[in-house]
């Protein structure tokens, strides 16, 4: 994968709190690391963050715009409208946007309204990254098919993404059926 457009990274901390022993400065400079080791060398990495938490005052911190939120609900809500605005505002520079969803999925309607415009922006030919707790199995994500994705952890820490299943191969693809895997009854 290689992208040299802006990427935004919309980061829920109330969902994926930053793990002990890691502030802010090294979390900025490991996600940038991570991204840029995928390919992803735009001219700038803009990082949002919401919570509700009262419980640090990052707000004074110089290296993402923060977003004071009353709950999860409003929360996710705030997040996904912060997305649209900075792709639109984003638009009079031309080329693939990427975005990096660090949220967790919400039960029922709004699951639905986040997987619609994820997958809008995957066919507008935007990235989406994203990332998952940990242990979490690609089959298990909440998300539409993400351009890449990572656990936690390893974002934290600047590793390597996922490895995703190719999606353009399944085994359901040839049309063909074996007797080991339909059986008349």
Request: charged share 25%.
């Amino acid at each position: 994968m290689h992208a040299d457009g802006w990427t935004g990274v919309f980061w829920d901390m109330d969902e994926f709190p930053l793990p002990p022993g890691l502030d802010v400065k090294q979390f900025v400079n490991n996600v940038k690391l991570a991204i840029w080791s995928e390919g992803f060398r735009g001219p700038e990495v803009d990082f949002f963050a919401y919570t509700s938490s009262d419980s640090f005052n990052y707000s004074d911190d110089e290296f993402f715009t923060l977003f004071k939120v009353e709950d999860k609900r409003s929360g996710f809500y705030r997040l996904l409208h912060g997305m649209l605005n900075w792709l639109y505002k984003r638009q009079q520079y031309g080329g693939t946007k990427s975005l990096l969803f660090i949220a967790k999925a919400m039960p029922g309607e709004d699951n639905d309204t986040m997987i619609s415009i994820l997958n809008s922006l995957l066919v507008r030919s935007h990235c989406v990254l994203t990332v998952v707790p940990d242990g979490c199995s690609p089959e298990n994500f909440d998300y539409p098919e993400p351009t890449l994705a990572w656990y936690w952890s390893d974002l934290c820490s600047g590793n390597k993404s996922i490895e995703l299943p190719d999606p353009t191969f399944s085994d359901d693809d040839s049309g063909s059926s074996s007797p080991e895997t339909h059986r008349a009854d």
